[in-house]
């Protein structure tokens, strides 16, 4: 009985003891995922929860540019040996951490087994020690972008109205579906003129997947286009602090909520940090 009463224990040990990680995506540049992220993010941070802002855009990271940090590290330092995690972490709004740059993870390749290990038992620190992990990706489908979604308990596909960002997004599932993604798969249709031009977007997503793929994709919501965000962007300011009683962070908190409530962390035998790295190499 005892023996048994332990056990029990330590699965909820698992469960309780990492951040579930939420990436955003989306295929198509340009489409808001930074935008989204960031304000998820801060708005997650807002409700007590302990939240790192994880900027895995390898060629052109601008999470600290939206938020007006001065981060002047990044994980290539900690790769170096140069910094530590908590050198190369910047506090934002509402105590929200972020790391910037993840373009150093590439170069775990060129080191030691070693060096690896001590370098990923830093990494995976970050989710014993966090409740959410946010993770900004780059546009397009690489290998990178990929290691990240396939190792997210939650991914959060960003689509507009656009036909090349539906059919993107939807590349964007087909690809998890094939790899056997075992997380949830959202969609959030952002600039949309009307509630409704939004929905139909989701809708056709969303059938498409169930017919082609088998694949299960929530609606997260629907984002309309506001001049505010882009006000807010030339502000160097997350919307939903510039302006926190416009439509659109009424919208973007709606969405942090929902996102929180679907976002439970599964518990897995490898840290989301170590399955990024073992699906580069
Ligand atoms: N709902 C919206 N209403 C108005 N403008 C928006 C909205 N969402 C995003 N934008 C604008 O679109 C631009 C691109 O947004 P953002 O940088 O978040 O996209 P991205 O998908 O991260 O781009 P990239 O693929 O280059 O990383 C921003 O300048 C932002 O102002
Ligand atoms: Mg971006």
Known sequence: MQNEAFY????MENYKSRAGTLV?????????????????AVCMAASNKKVLLFDADMS????????????RYNVSHLLSGRRSIEEITCTGPAGLEVICGASGLAELADIGDFQRERLLSE????????????????????????????????VLVVATPEAAAITDA????????????AGRISVVVNMAETM???????????NAATHFLGANVYGAGVLLRDERLTQAVRMRKPVVLAYPKSMIATSLLELAARLSNGMQAQPREQSFFRKVVDWFF
């Open 8 to 11: 029990l224990q330590q699965m």
């Open 24 to 40: 955003v995506t989306s295929g198509k540049g340009g489409v808001g995922k930074t935008s989204i992220a960031v304000n998820l």
């Open 60 to 71: 052109l990271g601008n999470v600290d540019i939206l938020m007006d940090l001065n981060s």
């Open 123 to 154: 990494l995976s620190r970050l989710q014993t020690e966090n409740d959410m992990i946010v993770i900004d990706t780059a546009a397009g489908i690489s290998k990178a972008v990929a290691g990240f979604c396939l190792s997210a308990d939650h």
């Open 170 to 181: 939807y590349a964007m599932i087909k690809l998890l579906a094939k790899n056997a993604f």
């Open 196 to 206: 409704a031009e939004g929905r139909n977007v989701y809708r056709q997503i969303a």
